[in-house]
């Protein structure tokens, strides 16, 4: 028997954030701000991005009004919610002097229990990519797990594919199939509503929605079948690590490198990338130090550093570095590709620089030098 849908008018959205607060849950949802849609803590349901969509292709992004009155009508932006999972900075512990020593404590994690609201097919297998990192692994990272366990996701099913979006192809979009407490797709009426945990039914149950119609579920449907089918881009993931790990010493590398500027903005802006580095900062006053976790990326020259020098000194070095770990060896570790097919690593390159294209262009014409 297939589950029942839930019709919620769009305004009946403020009840569930009024809910989700009840429950204690910081509320966090997409929001304008400085021309982008980022991610940001919410009460009402008017800081949501109603009207807006975005414009994107390769180093290029733009919001712009629309006519349309849909709340969820632009994809991704720059920020993800590995913000507030993996946090860019935070401390793993203190170390205090004492007359006969050191104090040394782990550091509490005190973040709240957060609600994401808005998170995208494509960005929970990107949580379910970094769920493999630091959970599944022979390691557990103790923040993302606390920060983890506790967060309730309510997901939107995306109804309209943005120019760089090829979740279709990395099959992680754009209808939103596991990984959610509650999945919503907007219509021109309302928030076609699905439970995906008990807590999410317990929460609609307290709403009291009332079943949606079949016409409403078919609309929602074909909406993000429609969605599906406005990807133009792609990438061919048909034996990719195997294609990658023979083509090292491929000249489409340097032609990359000639044009990257190792700026790092393709993985700040990646859901799935996790570099980081651990730093001791110590209080001149006091004496004390904090080890500090701050992310970082494999396109920083010293990130590679090996008994004090860098073994990837060339920009060429490092951009295959990222594409072969993201796309080849990330299997290897985990399983899994750590790519999801978001596009933000295409609109936020300032040079344009497209993960699909250097992959097309590796598969056009391979030179297969053993590594
Ligand atoms: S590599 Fe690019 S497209 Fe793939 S998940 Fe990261 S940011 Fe998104
Ligand atoms: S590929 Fe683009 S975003 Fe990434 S480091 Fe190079 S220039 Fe920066």
């Known amino acids: 028997m297939v589950a029942p849908l839930w019709l919620a008018p769009k305004e009946r959205l403020q009840d569930l954030i009024d809910a989700l607060r009840q429950r204690q849950y910081t509320v966090v949802a997409p929001v304008v701000d400085q ?24 180093g290029h992004y733009r919001l712009q009004p629309t006519s349309r009155d849909r709340w969820f009508d632009f994809v991704v932006g720059p920020d993800s ?34 609600a994401f609201l808005g998170a995208r097919a494509c960005e929970l ?22 920060r983890r366990s506790r967060a309730f996701i309510v997901a939107v099913n995306c109804t ?6 090829f979740c279709v192809s990395m099959r992680t979009g754009p209808a939103c199939h596991s ?31 009332p079943e949606a119609p079949l016409e409403k579920c078919t609309a929602a449907r074909l909406s993000q079948e429609r969605a599906a089918m406005q990807q133009s881009k792609q990438m061919a993931t048909g034996d990719l690590p195997n294609l990658l790990m023979t ?38 006053n006091t004496g004390a130090v904090e080890r500090q976790r701050q992310w970082d990326s494999c396109f920083h020259e010293e990130f590679s550093n090996l008994n004090g ?61 053993p590594a």
């Open 160 to 165: 309209r594919s943005g120019e760089n979006c």
């Open 247 to 284: 083509n090292l010493e491929h000249p489409r590398w340097k032609d990359v490198g000639d044009r990257c500027l190792s700026c790092t903005n393709c993985t700040m802006v990646c859901p799935t990338c996790f570099c980081c580095s651990v730093d001791d900062v110590t209080d001149l």
């Open 35 to 58: 021309a982008a849609i980022v991610y940001d803590e919410i009460d009402h349901i008017d800081r949501l991005p109603r009207g807006w969509i975005d414009s994107q292709a390769a």
């Open 179 to 209: 990984g959610y407490d509650l999945a919503l797709t907007e219509t021109d009426e309302g928030f076609v509503v699905d439970i995906g945990s008990e807590r999410g039914g317990d929460l609609i149950a307290s709403l009291r929605l």
């Open 309 to 369: 020098r860098p073994v990837r000194n060339e920009t060429r070095s490092r951009y295959r570095q990222w594409l072969t770990h993201k796309l080849a060896t990330w299997h290897d570790q985990f399983d899994t590709s750590g790519c999801v097919g978001c596009g933000r690593c295409i609109a936020w390159c300032p040079v344009g620089i497209d993960i699909t294209a250097e992959v097309a262009a590796l598969r056009e014409a391979p030179v297969r030098c």
């Open 125 to 146: 297998a990107a949580i379910q990519v970094q769920d493999r990192v630091f959970l599944e692994g022979p390691w557990i990272d103790q923040i993302y797990q606390h």
């Open 81 to 114: 919610w590995k913000k507030y999972l993996f946090p860019a900075r935070c401390v793993l512990s203190t170390a205090k002097p004492l007359p006969d020593g050191w104090q040394f404590e782990s550091a509490a994690d005190d973040s709240p229990a957060y």
